[in-house]
């Protein structure tokens, strides 16, 4: 018998290091309670083997104003995922970033819980194919504030949700926050601090707030209606001369899977019928129910009018029924808050004068109807030299404001197409680079986009209000770079809507080097 001599090189899970720490904290103050602080950091990386590793990560944090949440289960630490990848591919599930930020259109960056995957081939060429897809629960739903600054107040100021809801969790990193179109940083020792659980945002003193600051918020909020979906995938090709690829993205509501909301037979019949108008998205709140010690009841009574109210009741001997009532705005409703409790409000019904509604709350339920959004294009680039880059993409969206409903349907489906360019004309050996650039869009009215398109100050740029109908945007101009002088840059911009708007705009800007001063200056008219 012979006994082989080779020694078995392999040890899985060789070199796999483990780092991390667990603290625990009590901040106290003479005018706050005591506050519990904690904090968990574990990372997990290595080889499995000579072409795969592996890294992982669960992170939770419940330092106030930063990130929330003591966690009990797995979808509620603040990060989770396990990662495999080596040099030509990578699968990581968990909590997954999706971001797309090489397409005009498709532009987005998602919070997610789900799978990802992506490889890239390597042709003799030299050319590269990329593959990736994801699929995955949404964790949040985007959404905006835009509000003023008070003179003076670095706040809390209240994130509400895009339908006025002044009570939104919102998704743990996902913020962005604009001041006068500059994005700001987060951290005590930055610029502001965000409270998630709350939805609030406090600016750090190093930060005054005045009264002429324009301040916007984007955020993912956690929507908990319905059980929500998100797909994305597609894939790249590119040479030395061509480069193109095509992306899809879909993110709808599971319409027979709701969460915080059990629709009854009558309110998905009520959704059918609604179509896309949010205003008939409500029903009946009141339910009959039996008098009990500690219940807020109501009976219904018949004004000379004509009108069926409901008025707070004790009485066991009457038909009573347990009624929700709704905020829907000043002036809005029929109902004001007449007396409040620890544990519940009692509401009274006030009349109408000369036909305007003198109440704030309105006895029905907001229906929440499922929805669907999705985006797909396809783009390209070609570069024959390094002189000339032409870049195009065209794309259509779908938008489902009601799964429910066939009504309003024909505004779901738009399209927008993109084109632009940028050609050296002259570079001379002392580093001066004249380009001419240029770029058009057309976006069709239903076109829907995942997240926002242009620059945050782009509404207050062009003076718009209400743009109504198709959009053509065209740019026209010339940038000149000098390693000696700087740069300038002139553009010329039209903006149209097909309905109610057009407008022109020329656009300056330079940075400017004589010896040893700089100047900085940009202007539009």
């Known amino acids: 018998l012979d006994q082989s001599s080779n020694d078995n090189l392999f040890t899985p899970f060789d070199g796999l290091n483990t780092s991390g720490s667990i603290s625990r904290g009590i901040t106290i103050g003479n005018n706050q309670n005591a506050v519990v602080d904690s904090q968990l ?54 909590d997954v970033d999706l971001q797309n930020q090489g397409s005009y259109f498709g532009r987005f960056t998602k919070k997610v819980q789900g799978i990802s995957l992506a490889g890239t081939i390597t042709h003799e060429n030299g050319a590269k194919t990329a593959a990736f897809a994801s699929v995955a629960l949404v964790r949040g739903v985007f959404s905006g504030s835009d509000f003023l600054g008070s003179e003076g107040n670095q706040g809390p100021y209240k994130l509400v949700g895009p339908n006025g809801e002044l009570f939104v969790l919102i998704v743990s990193g996902s913020e962005k926050v604009f001041v006068n179109g500059v994005l700001l940083a987060r951290g005590e020792n930055k610029d502001y601090v965000i409270d998630y659980n709350a939805g609030e945002i406090k600016f750090n003193p190093t930060y005054p707030i005045t009264a002429n600051m324009r301040i916007r918020v984007e955020y993912q909020f956690t929507e908990r209606n319905y059980t929500r979906f998100i797909g994305y995938g597609g894939g790249n090709y590119t040479s030395e001369t061509f480069d193109v690829g095509a992306y899809v ?22 959704l059918k019928t609604a179509g896309d108008d949010m205003n008939a998205m409500v029903a009946p709140s009141s339910i009959p129910d039996t008098y009990e010690e500690g219940k807020f009841l109501y009976k219904k009574e018949l004004l000379e009018t004509g009108v069926e109210i409901f008025v707070f009741s004790n009485n066991p001997e009457e038909e009573l029924f347990n009624v929700r009532f709704t905020l829907v705005g000043n002036n809005l ?22 036909g305007m509604a003198q109440g704030s709350y309105a006895p029905f339920i907001r229906l929440n109807a499922p929805t669907k959004l999705q985006v797909g294009g396809v783009k390209g680039r070609y570069h024959p030299s390094k002189n000339t880059k032409i870049n195009f993409e065209v794309a259509g969206s779908k938008n489902d404001l009601n799964l429910f409903s066939n009504i309003d349907n024909e505004n779901d ?33 239903d076109f829907r986009s995942v997240e926002r398109l242009y620059n945050v100050e782009f509404n ?66």
């Open 333 to 354: 409703g029929d109902y004001i808050r007449a007396q409040t409790s620890a544990i519940n409000q009692i509401f009274e019904y006030i009349a109408p004068i000369n």
């Open 41 to 94: 950091d574990l990372q997990i990386s290595g080889k499995l083997n000579d072409n795969v590793s592996i890294r992982a990560s669960i992170q939770d944090a419940n330092i106030p104003n930063q990130q929330g949440g003591y966690s009990q289960n797995l979808e509620e630490f603040d990060q989770l995922f396990i990662e495999l990848y080596s040099d030509n591919w990578n699968i990581r599930a968990g």
């Open 413 to 445: 489906n738009g399209y927008a197409a993109h084109l632009d360019f940028q050609q050296h004309i002259m570079s001379r050996p002392d580093s001066l680079v004249l380009t001419a650039e240029g770029a058009f869009d057309f976006i069709n009215q």
């Open 460 to 525: 207050r740029d062009w003076n718009l209000v209400n743009p109504l109908g198709n959009q053509r945007f065209v740019s026209a101009g010339a940038n000149a770079v000098s390693a000696t002088y700087g740069s300038a840059r002139y553009m010329f911009q039209q903006l149209h809507f097909s309905e109610n708007y057009d407008g022109s705009r020329h656009e300056v800007s330079t940075n400017t080097k004589l010896k040893n001063a700089t100047f900085i200056a940009n202007g539009s008219y």
């Open 249 to 270: 993205y879909s993110e709808n509501d599971a319409k027979n899977q709701p969460l915080q909301q059990s629709l009854s037979e009558e309110q998905v019949a009520i």
